[in-house]
């Protein structure tokens, strides 16, 4: 493993570890498409990994090259179970990409109904919309979600 991120890209928990215990400060670092560890471990839906890199204390909100963050990753990726753990460590459900998208957006987009459930119990804005005008409701309704049911449920 030449590098953290060659690490995390072969799910090699042990290497990863032993970057981190050399060298805490490369939680910090970015790759060539400004990627932290934690966005990568994430966005592969690497649980253990992720779970590794958390405990580091890493800035759980961190932006990609396009604005991107970990929680947003995996909202569109449908990795749940990760969604939770990044809330539970202070993911900001409602910061926003480059393009003004949220978190809920992404899931909307990408059908990713129980996603959106979590998100809005977790105070996420139902009334966003993105650089084009596109709210939550239109997202989730081109993806044949029924987004006022949703709310209701999530209540």
Request: hydrophobic share 40%; proline share 1%; net charge negative.
């Amino acid at each position: 493993m030449n590098t953290i991120f060659d690490a995390i890209r072969s799910e090699n928990l042990e290497a990863v570890e032993g970057f981190l215990d050399k060298d805490k400060d490369l939680i910090h670092i970015k790759d060539q498409r400004g990627s932290t560890p934690l966005l990568l471990s994430t966005y592969y839906g690497f649980m253990e990994i992720t779970k590794l890199i958390l405990s580091y204390k890493p800035d759980v909100n961190a932006k990609d090259a396009s604005g991107n963050t970990a929680l947003m990753g995996v909202c569109f990726k449908g990795y749940y179970e990760i969604a939770e753990l990044l809330i539970a460590s202070g993911a900001d459900v409602n910061i926003k990409s480059y393009n003004e998208a949220t978190a809920l957006i992404f899931a909307a987009n990408f059908g990713q109904k129980e996603i959106m459930q979590l998100l809005i119990k977790n105070g996420a804005d139902v009334t966003a919309q993105d650089n084009n005008g596109q709210t939550v409701a239109m997202h989730a309704k081109n993806q044949g979600i029924d987004f006022s049911e949703l709310l209701n449920v999530s209540k």
